[in-house]
């Protein structure tokens, strides 16, 4: 049986627009995100997922450890149901959930913040100064990742954390460590030029070499900076975890002895974006489908929705791609529209109406923002159905 048949098999029951996750693709990232990380424990990326019950499923697996949420109120709700160990990866200034949290004691032992400036420790400090019995509050320091050659006259990788040479993050981690009502307990930094850049684009081979020299002189640098900034930063408080990478530096990353865990979530869904890396080996593991409404003419067909446009520079790259049956592309004049979506090539004249069409989206957890549900595929037979983060009526972002 194809993958098309046995996913049209598995929810002929159900009605598009639905989205599914593949439990033997996902389960097959998964070894392969673990065996990639040799022996460190993999914190799962939340965004990249954004469902609780899938967090749960990937956390029993050996090799992960931990979620690495994208806001304090998410946090907060993961800490609330049960998640012991949250790390926030993103600063926040969310005045309520940040005195939330210090009257939480036993969400304060779970949740960790990530700050890169005192500005921030000051701005938590004021919020929290009326709190009753505060919680200290666990704190990780962001480094900048970002690769400055030629002398620091270029800049290469994302705009993130200012704290970029070992004395500037040792002198924010002093202020942590030093201040009451603080922990001071780890340290992250998410190298996107690294993780986030695929090093083989289809189509590119030239710029395929200059990704993979860039990426070589890039991660050489960190390795080093990174080392001396957690041995500064070990001088001044005892480290829980120093967090690095993406689904897209695994190994580069868990080869550097300063690092003692993995952050990665889009590799468990792979979405498209994630095919141009040469050390990614997935499987598609989430996919949505759409229903065929109309048959313009020959060699087209329109779908009902699909305009699920991934973040990031505008492109073509951040559409989601028609999947199965394979053969179709986007009309240029359209591509993927809000309400309804041609799509043009010979497999066009083999769909019905009310047939459907399987895509994948640019990123992973992305698609989870327009679907309540997604359905747990096995085989060919849905075997169970779990709300998304939107489907449990929570959207943090």
Request: zero cysteines; hydrophobic letters at 50%; aromatic letters at 6%.
């Given at each position: 049986m194809t993958d098309l048949d046995r996913l049209n098999h598995a929810t002929a029951h159900l009605d598009p627009?639905?989205?599914?996750?593949?439990?033997?693709?996902?389960?097959?990232?998964?070894?392969?995100?673990?065996?990639?990380?040799?022996?460190?424990?993999?914190r799962i990326a939340s965004k990249s997922v954004r469902s609780r019950e899938v967090l749960r499923a990937v956390l029993a697996l050996d090799g992960f450890a931990g979620v690495l949420a994208f806001t304090l109120p998410e946090a907060l709700w993961l800490a609330g149901s049960g998640f012991d160990d949250v790390l926030v990866g993103y600063p926040t200034v969310d005045r309520a959930a940040l005195r939330r949290l210090a009257a939480n004691s036993r969400a304060a032992h779970a949740v960790t913040v990530t700050i890169d400036s005192t500005e921030q420790l000051d701005l938590i400090e004021k919020v929290t100064a009326d709190v009753a019995e505060a919680a200290p509050i666990r704190v990780c320091v962001d480094i900048d990742a970002s690769w400055r050659p030629l002398g620091g006259r270029m800049r290469v990788g994302a705009r993130r954390?200012?704290?970029?040479?070992?004395?500037?993050?040792?002198a924010v981690a002093r202020e942590a460590a030093d201040r009451h009502g603080f922990r001071l307990v780890g340290l992250m930094a998410y190298e996107a030029q690294i993780a986030g850049v695929g090093d083989a684009p289809p189509g590119r081979p030239a710029r395929a070499l200059a990704v993979r020299a860039m990426q070589?002189?890039?991660?050489?640098?960190?390795a080093e900076r990174r080392a001396a900034i957690v041995a500064a930063v070990k001088e001044i408080a005892q480290l829980e975890f120093v967090n690095g990478g993406g689904t897209g530096s695994v190994e580069r990353t868990a080869a550097e002895d300063a690092v003692t865990e993995i952050g990665a979530g889009s590799g468990l869904f792979q979405p498209r974006l994630?095919?141009?890396?040469r050390a990614?080996?997935?499987?598609?593991?989430?996919?949505?489908?759409?229903s065929v409404v109309r048959r313009p003419g020959p060699g087209v067909v329109t779908a009902l929705g699909g305009g699920y446009i991934a973040s990031g520079p505008p492109g073509s790259?951040?559409?989601?791609?028609?999947?199965?049956p394979s053969g179709l592309r986007y009309d240029p004049q359209e591509a993927a529209g809000e309400v309804q979506t041609p799509l043009l090539g010979a497999a066009a004249d083999n769909l019905a109406v009310g047939d459907r069409v399987w895509f994948r989206h640019a990123k992973a957890g992305e698609m989870c923002e327009h679907f309540a549900e997604l359905h747990l595929v096995q085989d060919d037979s849905v075997t169970a159905t779990v709300p998304t983060y939107r489907g449990e009526g929570r959207a943090f972002l």
């Open positions: 627009a639905l989205a599914v996750v593949d439990l033997a693709a996902l389960r097959h990232n998964a070894t392969e995100l673990v065996r990639r990380a040799a022996g460190k424990p993999i954390s200012p704290l970029h040479s070992p004395a500037a993050v040792a070589r002189g890039s991660m050489a640098e960190l994630f095919d141009g890396y990614v080996t997935g499987r598609p593991a989430a996919l949505f489908a759409l790259d951040r559409l989601p791609q028609p999947y199965l």
